[in-house]
T-cell receptor
Framework: AQTVTQSQPEMSVQEAETVTLSCTYD???????LFWYKQPPSRQMILVIR??????QNATENRFSVNFQKAAKSFSLKISDSQLGDTAMYFC????????????FGTGTRLKVLA | NAGVTQTPKFQVLKTGQSMTLQCAQD?????MSWYRQDPGMGLRLIHY???????DQGEVPNGYNVSRSTTEDFPLRLLSAAPSQTSVYFC?????????????FGPGTRLTVL
């Protein structure tokens, strides 16, 4: 069975600084997607970034980028120039392509951006 | 587009009561799913559907029923509520089950079972 592990329950970062959130996963599949979702205090889940496992190039979306290490089964999220609006829970998630279409989520990292 | 809507936003039940959490989307999405979110547990998949008339179980299906008679609606039924079902419930949808289609989430329903 696939699992997703986020080992940092809480983190904080100064405004304008850079922070990296960790995620590791376990799967025997070769073809899958990985995601980072943001959940601000409003509770709305928002997709931040996604990575296709067969693409070696790391995904980037503005201030958000990932470090995807397929062999190590690691998928970390880097937030550059942190802003107060980045304060939220961040969830790492996995989906196997061509399988049962089940998303597996990690337990989340609570990030607080300090002014 | 209203996106993904969920009703009610809050609900309190007594043990043994039944109820239905409503989920609707107006984006003509084929894939819909239900999650529960508990502190320290992240989101766990309850049931999902890849199209009208097709449903399947997720990680934690016990105590919940679903049906998908239309593309738009995907209600979640609690047959006999238990305190262990106290949680925040999220409904989500996407055009197609496979990425890169983005999964859109509803605002959630906070359920308390006494």
């Amino acid at each position: 069975a696939q699992t997703v592990t986020q080992s940092q329950p809480e983190m904080s970062v100064q405004e304008a600084e850079t922070v990296t959130l960790s995620c590791t996963y376990d799967t025997s599949e070769n073809n899958y997607y990985l995601f980072w979702y943001k959940q601000p205090p409003s509770r709305q889940m928002i997709l931040v970034i996604r990575q296709e496992a067969y693409k070696q190039q790391n995904a980037t979306e503005n201030r958000f980028s990932v470090n995807f290490q397929k062999a190590a089964k690691s998928f970390s999220l880097k937030i550059s120039d942190s802003q107060l609006g980045d304060t939220a829970m961040y969830f790492c998630a996995f989906m196997n392509i061509g399988g049962t279409y089940k998303y597996i989520f990690g337990t989340g990292t609570r990030l607080k951006v300090l002014a | 587009n209203a996106g993904v809507t969920q009703t009610p936003k809050f609900q309190v039940l007594k043990t043994g009561q039944s109820m239905t959490l409503q989920c609707a989307q107006d984006m003509n999405h084929e894939y819909m799913s239900w999650y529960r979110q508990d502190p320290g547990m992240g989101l766990r998949l309850i049931h999902y559907s890849v199209g009208a008339g097709i449903t399947d179980q997720g990680e934690v299906p016990n105590g919940y029923n679903v049906s998908r008679s239309t593309t738009e609606d995907f209600p979640l039924r609690l047959l006999s509520a238990a305190p262990s079902q106290t949680s925040v419930y999220f409904c989500a949808s996407s055009q197609d089950p496979s990425p890169p289609n983005t999964q859109y989430f509803g605002p959630g329903t906070r359920l308390t079972v006494l």
